[in-house]
């Protein structure tokens, strides 16, 4: 059905996802090519379309729910691009039966319920490796199938805590904190696509297929790799302390003229900081020997955040950012979603697509980064309401007939309502 | 030993940056034979904190290349650049950054999948800059939301949205090695990690683009609490359905008719004082048995793990043999476990990092890997 110049033209899979990591999995895929037909019951959806939730205005086109909110979320419009959308009641034999007929003809399954979800569905990597032999499955538990934590059940938040990465974050002193609201989702998202892909490469040179089990906390630890194993050698837990990093002081963000605006500013080296202080009017500073040099200036830096500030509170953090890089030294504003939208260089690397969906209107959203010069991929179609392609996928894919397509409605197993 | 998902595949690593060496490490345990080329200085990640303090390793550089072979080539000069070339035209993928030509690559070997990974690529208007975690987060839109309302944005920890670059490149790679098998063609995979780190960010921007709102840092913490026990932090998030769980494992089960907490909105305006309440009950306890008392109710729970529990105390990752170890040439070192447990290609690391051989075209292969180079 789907026709996108992706690498993985060509490719179907089938999508048991739900909130952020497994969605963006299939996304990515999608983007790449394959064909993503996005599974839900209509009696449990995907978690993001968020239907028993308590509503609130800021995810919704113009603050407005509308009729079918669970249309118009925009947690799940934002990561459900150029996906089918297929409503199976799969705990009805009929359902689960037709669920079997389309992996029989896929190349891929996707999920992130937690461990052993999809055994308990009927559609788990023994079951559909008998209807296609070289299938490949991945499931993204949290914590892995096995061990003490199997049955526990995580989200990007607790995902985070466990990974060990919020006891290194944090005010000196202060709690633990998570980060990117819950950054290790889209990292599971990631982590997800990168292991389905190499199994297609051992697929396409051995015709072998086989189960992944992307275990999330363990993949996410990756990301910190070098900090674990420093502990280990220093046999210390390493303590959060702001912004601070080894290699550049001062390394932090200061308060920029307005409401809540800050930029970063990464000093590295000593001529940085000889230069940033010509710069902001500081000339007492560049020479005071408590912070020529790197040394001294790194065990003093929590000192220079009232003198930093009373330069860069008088201007732009977009101005000092652009003024600091142009002379070298790294310097970022600190943007929110509304700054994403006006940013020159995201524009420049056409990181927003305008799309139009059925029931959410015309929007700028988001893509993904991946440039390929041949094959590009691409974001083409927004995220599809609830149960929009059922009769399509199941009259042109598996050759249901009409009257067939409206015993399923009537007897409930499929729906573009939700039940 | 076991097959291997990339047997067969040989890789180039060029890259000079984390998401470069990280994207060709991931490569590397899957099964490509990976050769990081470097210059007789060595690469630049080798003298790149953190240290280990008794060998002066760099532990982000063990870390980014174990399983890897090097290769020293001086390309300032001839012969170097002829070896190089001799290197490129064998290779199945190339990863590169700013300094190489990579057009020149496409041209010569057309088969090979040229990466670029950079920090705001070679075009547009911040190709100039230079950046860092920090400033990838800062420009991301996530750091923004990352702390209290009342003080600095926090960035986070270490180089994460490099490494998620790094995923990123290796998505982008495999793409192409596959799609070539019917192209028969190779092609130019480019990824900024700052518009990588963008991409990841939360969907607050999303959110803006549909309803005008802003979502503040600290705004909207509520369904999610960390509260201290006696002896470590715990994250708790607690849905709708199990907030009278959470009530009662707490021992306070009368918090779950509180006219305060009843209804989701409701928390949401109280959230502080259902933490006050909370954490009263649970500053005594050990942070085990909180967890275990919310498991027991499944409400969703971790405990902020410290990073020498995770080696010594987690039984999860022990039942899991999760940590492993590698040969260095100062001795057996940990390493973290397979990110992806495959059942037919499971990840095989051939080794510790490779020793630098100085001597312009002299190759080492990884860590007393039992393997001729």
Same mark, same amino acid.
């Given at each position: 059905?789907?026709?996108?110049?992706?690498?993985?033209?060509?490719?179907?899979?089938?999508?048991?996802?739900?909130?952020?990591?497994?969605?963006?999995?299939?996304?990515?895929?999608?983007?790449?090519?394959?064909?993503?037909?996005?599974?839900?019951?209509?009696?449990?959806?995907?978690?993001?379309?968020?239907?028993?939730?308590?509503?609130?205005?800021?995810?919704?086109?113009?603050?407005?729910?509308?009729?079918?909110?669970?249309?118009?979320?925009?947690?799940?419009?934002?990561?459900?691009?150029?996906?089918?959308?297929?409503?199976?009641?799969?705990?009805?034999?009929?359902?689960?039966?037709? @669920?079997?007929?389309?992996?029989?003809?896929?190349?891929?399954?996707? #999920?992130?319920?937690?461990?052993?979800?999809?055994?308990?569905?009927?559609?788990?990597?023994?079951?559909?490796?008998?209807?296609?032999?070289?299938?490949? @499955?991945?499931?993204?538990?949290?914590?892995?199938?096995?061990? $003490?934590?199997?049955?526990?059940?995580?989200?990007?938040?607790?995902?985070? !805590?466990?990974?060990?990465? #919020?006891?290194?974050?944090?005010?000196?002193?202060?709690?633990?904190?998570?980060?990117?609201? @819950?950054?290790?989702?889209?990292?599971?998202?990631?982590?997800? $696509?990168?292991?389905?892909?190499?199994?297609?490469?051992?697929?396409?040179?051995?015709?072998?297929?086989?189960?992944?089990? !992307?275990?999330? @906390?363990?993949?996410?630890?990756?990301?910190?790799?070098?900090?674990?194993?420093?502990?280990?050698?220093?046999?210390?837990?390493?303590?959060?302390?702001?912004?601070?990093?080894?290699?550049?002081?001062? /390394?932090?963000?200061?308060?920029?003229?307005?409401?809540?605006?800050?930029?970063?500013?990464?000093?590295?080296?000593?001529?940085?900081?000889?230069?940033?202080?010509?710069?902001?009017?500081?000339?007492?500073?560049?020479?005071?020997?408590?912070?020529?040099?790197?040394?001294?200036?790194?065990?003093? +830096?929590?000192?220079?955040?009232?003198?930093?500030?009373?330069?860069?509170? +008088?201007?732009?953090?977009?101005?000092?950012?652009?003024?600091?890089?142009?002379?070298?030294?790294?310097?970022?504003?600190?943007?929110?979603?509304?700054?994403?939208?006006?940013?020159?260089?995201?524009?420049?690397?056409?990181?927003?697509?305008?799309?139009?969906?059925?029931?959410?209107?015309? /929007?700028?959203?988001?893509?993904?980064?991946?440039?390929?010069?041949?094959?590009?991929?691409?974001?083409?179609?927004?995220?599809?309401?609830?149960?929009?392609?059922?009769?399509?996928?199941?009259?042109?894919?598996?050759?249901?007939?009409?009257?067939?397509?409206?015993?399923?409605?009537?007897?409930?197993?499929?729906?573009?309502?939700?039940? | 030993?076991?097959?291997?998902?990339?047997?067969? %595949?040989?890789?180039?690593?060029?890259?000079?940056?984390?998401?470069?060496? %990280?994207?060709?490490?991931?490569?590397?345990?899957?099964?490509?034979?990976?050769?990081?080329?470097?210059?007789?200085?060595?690469?630049?990640?080798?003298?790149?904190?953190?240290?280990?303090?008794?060998?002066?390793?760099?532990?982000?550089?063990?870390?980014?290349?174990?399983?890897?072979?090097?290769?020293?080539?001086?390309?300032?000069?001839?012969?170097?650049? =002829?070896?190089?070339?001799?290197?490129?035209?064998?290779?199945?993928?190339?990863? *590169?950054?700013?300094?190489?030509?990579?057009?020149?690559?496409?041209?010569?070997?057309?088969?090979?999948?040229?990466?670029?990974?950079?920090?705001?690529?070679?075009?547009?208007?911040?190709?100039?800059?230079?950046?860092?975690?920090?400033?990838?987060?800062?420009?991301?839109?996530?750091?923004?939301?990352?702390?209290?309302?009342?003080?600095?944005?926090?960035?986070?920890?270490?180089?994460?949205?490099?490494?998620?670059?790094?995923?990123?490149?290796?998505?982008?790679?495999?793409?192409?090695?596959?799609?070539?098998?019917?192209?028969?063609?190779?092609?130019?995979?480019?990824?900024?990690?700052?518009?990588?780190?963008?991409?990841?960010?939360?969907?607050?921007?999303?959110?803006?683009?549909?309803?005008?709102?802003?979502?503040?840092?600290?705004?909207?913490?509520?369904?999610?609490?960390?509260?201290?026990?006696?002896?470590?932090?715990?994250?708790?998030?607690?849905?709708?359905?199990?907030?009278?769980?959470?009530?009662?494992?707490?021992?306070?089960?009368?918090?779950?008719? =509180?006219?305060?907490?009843?209804?989701?909105?409701?928390?949401?305006?109280?959230?502080?004082?259902?933490?006050?309440?909370?954490?009263?009950?649970?500053?005594?306890?050990?942070?085990? =048995?909180?967890?275990?008392?919310?498991?027991?109710?499944?409400?969703?729970?971790?405990?902020? &793990?410290?990073?020498?529990?995770?080696?010594?105390? *987690?039984?999860?990752?022990?039942?899991?043999?999760?940590?492993?170890?590698?040969?260095?040439?100062?001795?057996?070192?940990?390493?973290?476990?397979?990110? &992806?447990? %495959?059942?037919?290609?499971?990840?095989?690391?051939?080794?510790?990092?490779?020793?630098?051989?100085?001597?312009?075209?002299?190759?080492?292969?990884?860590?007393?890997?039992?393997?001729?180079?």
């Amino acid at each position: 059905m789907s026709t996108l110049p992706g690498p993985l033209t060509g490719l179907r899979v089938l999508d048991f996802t739900t909130a952020w990591a497994g969605p963006m999995t299939g996304r990515i895929l999608a983007f790449l090519g394959a064909e993503v037909i996005k599974i839900e019951s209509s009696k449990r959806l995907d978690g993001w379309r968020q239907h028993t939730a308590v509503f609130n205005p800021k995810r919704f086109p113009d603050g407005e729910a509308g009729e079918r909110p669970y249309n118009r979320n925009a947690l799940f419009n934002s990561q459900n691009f150029n996906k089918l959308s297929l409503t199976l009641d799969t705990k009805n034999p009929t359902g689960l039966s037709l @669920v079997h007929r389309l992996a029989a003809i896929s190349d891929i399954v996707i #999920c992130n319920f937690s461990a052993g979800t999809l055994d308990r569905m009927g559609v788990g990597y023994e079951t559909l490796k008998t209807l296609k032999s070289d299938i490949i @499955v991945i499931e993204m538990p949290g914590f892995g199938n096995s061990g $003490a934590l199997a049955t526990a059940m995580a989200n990007g938040a607790t995902m985070e !805590m466990a990974a060990g990465m #919020c006891a290194m974050i944090g005010y000196p002193d202060g709690p633990p904190t998570t980060t990117g609201q @819950v950054y290790p989702d889209p990292m599971g998202g990631y982590n997800g $696509a990168a292991a389905v892909l190499t199994a297609l490469m051992h697929r396409q040179a051995t015709g072998e297929g086989q189960y992944i089990e !992307m275990p999330q @906390v363990e993949a996410s630890m990756q990301f910190i790799g070098e900090e674990l194993l420093y502990a280990f050698a220093t046999n210390s837990n390493p303590q959060p302390h702001g912004n601070r990093v080894r290699w550049a002081a001062p /390394h932090d963000a200061y308060r920029a003229a307005g409401t809540d605006q800050w930029v970063t500013i990464a000093v590295e080296t000593d001529e940085e900081w000889q230069t940033l202080c010509r710069l902001a009017g500081f000339p007492g500073l560049a020479s005071d020997e408590r912070y020529a040099a790197f040394a001294n200036r790194w065990d003093n +830096q929590d000192a220079l955040r009232e003198t930093i500030e009373s330069w860069t509170s +008088q201007h732009s953090k977009f101005d000092i950012a652009e003024q600091l890089q142009a002379t070298g030294i790294r310097a970022a504003p600190v943007q929110d979603s509304a700054d994403l939208h006006a940013s020159p260089y995201l524009k420049a690397r056409n990181a927003f697509v305008r799309l139009t969906h059925p029931e959410a209107g015309t /929007h700028d959203y988001q893509t993904l980064p991946f440039k390929l010069s041949e094959t590009p991929g691409a974001q083409t179609t927004a995220s599809p309401c609830l149960g929009a392609h059922t009769r399509q996928i199941l009259t042109e894919i598996l050759g249901l007939t009409a009257s067939e397509l409206d015993e399923l409605d009537r007897s409930g197993i499929t729906s573009n309502i939700p039940a | 030993m076991s097959r291997q998902a990339l047997a067969g %595949f040989t890789v180039l690593d060029l890259s000079e940056s984390v998401a470069g060496q %990280f994207c060709c490490r991931m490569m590397a345990d899957f099964g490509a034979d990976v050769t990081l080329v470097e210059n007789p200085g060595g690469s630049s990640i080798r003298s790149t904190g953190p240290f280990d303090p008794k060998t002066g390793e760099s532990l982000l550089f063990f870390h980014l290349n174990h399983g890897k072979a090097s290769i020293t080539i001086d390309t300032g000069s001839e012969a170097g650049r =002829d070896a190089l070339f001799a290197l490129l035209d064998k290779a199945d993928a190339v990863v *590169v950054g700013k300094t190489i030509d990579r057009e020149e690559i496409a041209r010569r070997n057309p088969r090979c999948i040229v990466g670029f990974i950079s920090d705001f690529g070679d075009d547009g208007p911040y190709a100039h800059w230079r950046g860092s975690e920090m400033i990838f987060q800062a420009l991301s839109g996530m750091m923004y939301v990352n702390g209290r309302p009342d003080r600095e944005p926090l960035y986070g920890v270490g180089h994460r949205a490099s490494y998620a670059a790094g995923v990123g490149a290796y998505i982008g790679l495999l793409s192409a090695l596959y799609a070539r098998k019917s192209t028969g063609r190779g092609q130019i995979v480019s990824l900024d990690v700052a518009m990588n780190t963008s991409s990841m960010a939360p969907p607050s921007s999303l959110e803006y683009a549909y309803s005008g709102i802003r979502v503040r840092r600290g705004d909207d913490r509520q369904p999610f609490m960390s509260l201290k026990c006696c002896d470590s932090w715990v994250g708790v998030w607690i849905y709708p359905h199990t907030w009278a769980s959470f009530c009662e494992a707490i021992g306070r089960p009368e918090m779950a008719s =509180d006219e305060r907490f009843t209804t989701g909105a409701l928390r949401q305006q109280h959230w502080a004082e259902a933490t006050a309440m909370a954490q009263e009950m649970v500053g005594n306890l050990p942070s085990d =048995d909180l967890v275990d008392r919310l498991m027991k109710q499944r409400v969703l729970v971790a405990k902020a &793990y410290q990073a020498l529990e995770l080696r010594d105390k *987690v039984q999860h990752l022990i039942d899991r043999n999760y940590w492993q170890s590698v040969e260095t040439d100062n001795g057996p070192r940990t390493i973290l476990g397979p990110a &992806y447990r %495959f059942s037919a290609t499971p990840r095989t690391v051939r080794g510790g990092p490779p020793p630098h051989a100085p001597a312009n075209a002299s190759e080492s292969a990884p860590a007393n890997a039992g393997r001729s180079a």
